[in-house]
């Protein structure tokens, strides 16, 4: 078995909407991001990337590199789960955390964990997805940015 932590974190601009795990959530701001901003994918393939010791997502999307402005992050999951097939490895199971104050992200969980279970090769019972707000302190509280923390065990 193998472990790997992802972490993304961005600001929140003025916007109509938030994407998060492939949901399109109606909000007042939005994440300023080079591709959609999903930042749980984001995490996500970075733990995956991390536990399977091939990097981070910067090596392979980096956000200097033209082709990548507006990527839809489902590629970068993609890409993830395409990795580590190839070195033999499957996902156990997945935990995120969202550090969120606005908007409240509940009744789109579940969507939220259909969706990367399909991407993944997972069943839906080995995704987890949790939320918190900061109490209204840092960045966050002050509804400026967005944390998403993701951890992932690997099987062989």
């Not at 991001?33 to 995490?43: E, F, R, T, W």
């Not at 939220?112 to 080995?126: E, F, G, I, T, Y």
């Amino acid at each position: 078995m193998r472990v790997g932590l992802g972490i993304d974190t961005h600001q929140l601009i003025p916007g109509k909407s938030i994407r998060l795990g492939g949901v399109d959530i109606p909000s007042k701001k939005t994440i300023k991001a080079h591709s959609d901003g999903d930042i749980i994918y984001h995490a996500c393939a970075d733990s995956i990337y991390g536990a399977a010791g091939l990097g981070d997502i910067g090596e392979h999307f980096p956000d200097d590199d033209s082709k990548n402005k507006g990527l839809d992050s489902e590629n970068i999951i993609v890409h993830s789960i395409q990795s580590i097939l190839k070195l033999g490895f499957r996902i156990n199971n997945l935990d995120i955390t969202i550090l969120l104050e606005s908007p409240k992200i509940s009744q789109y969980k579940q969507d939220m964990r259909k969706n990367l279970a399909k991407l993944l090769l997972v069943d839906v019972s080995s995704v987890n997805i949790k939320a918190s707000t900061s109490e209204s302190l840092g960045f966050i509280g002050r509804g400026e940015g967005i944390t998403c923390y993701s951890i992932v065990s690997l099987i062989s």
